[in-house]
């Protein structure tokens, strides 16, 4: 995952924050809106929402505007890499930390809602599990974990570029030891001791197939983090020459603008249970 970190970190930041804008923009419409899922009652002002690994904070600060003003909750974001964190945080606080750590004493049941998405990956080399349960240290009795990833080891049907993605993408998840974390995240939530544990799974359509105002951003979300993806599996053992790992970026943009493909994503969420 280092290597992951450090080639968009060599790029600057600019093109990774584009790349999650897009793919929250992907996100955002095949919700319809609806980022939190989970069901806590977010017209009671003062709820306590800490997103782990947020990058920009692009997800808290939607959930934010997404609410009336009246509504006034706390927003906590956090991540490894503090470079990412917007240079005005306008009421949200920032912190830096790997979620791979125990969290601050003061924050430790404290929480309605820890949010996690696109990050357990991270966990490597800990395992995804143990992240979640670090995870529900964080929420107060009653409050919920919600966790979103994309599904790379059941994949829909796609095209030869898009499979041999997905393909890639299992090899160094298996090679990094985080495994198919995605279609685990309800049986995790529910070994981490959380209840009424719900999952939901949404295909959604990239490139070609995407309705038109999605087509350019689902491209550039899906295939802009293949260069570092690959250069995660080329320290693992995989089934793929160097230079077809070299070229897999190139040929999932061509198919998906020429043909389209789908993604799943998996949301699970699930509450601690009242003191
Ligand atoms: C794919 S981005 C997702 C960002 C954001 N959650 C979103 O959906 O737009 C993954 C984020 O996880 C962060 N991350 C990776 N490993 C981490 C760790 N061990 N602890 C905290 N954050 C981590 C990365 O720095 C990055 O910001």
Redesign the pocket.
Known sequence: ?DNF?NMTKDAGHTPELQR?TD??AVFHDALNGKLILAPLNLEEPGKRIL?????DG??LRNVRSSLPSAASHQYFG????AE?FPAQPDGITYFQ????DPWPVNLKNTMDLVH????L???SPNRPHD?IENLTTLVRPGGWVQL?EMNAFSTPENGPAMTDFARMVREAWTGIKVGDFANELKDMLEQAGLQNVQERRVLIEIGKTAKPEMRASSVNGVTS?IKPLSSIAKTVPSSFTEDQLDNMQARVREELENEGGKIEIIIAYGQRAQG
């Not at 956090?78 to 890499?81: A, K, L």
């Not at 930390?97 to 791979?100: E, G, I, K, L, T």
């Open positions: 995952m970190m999650l793919l929250h997103e782990a690994g947020t990058a692009l997800w956090s991540d490894i890499e990412l930390r790997s979620f791979n996690l998405r696109g990050s990956a991270g966990s992240v979103q983090p």
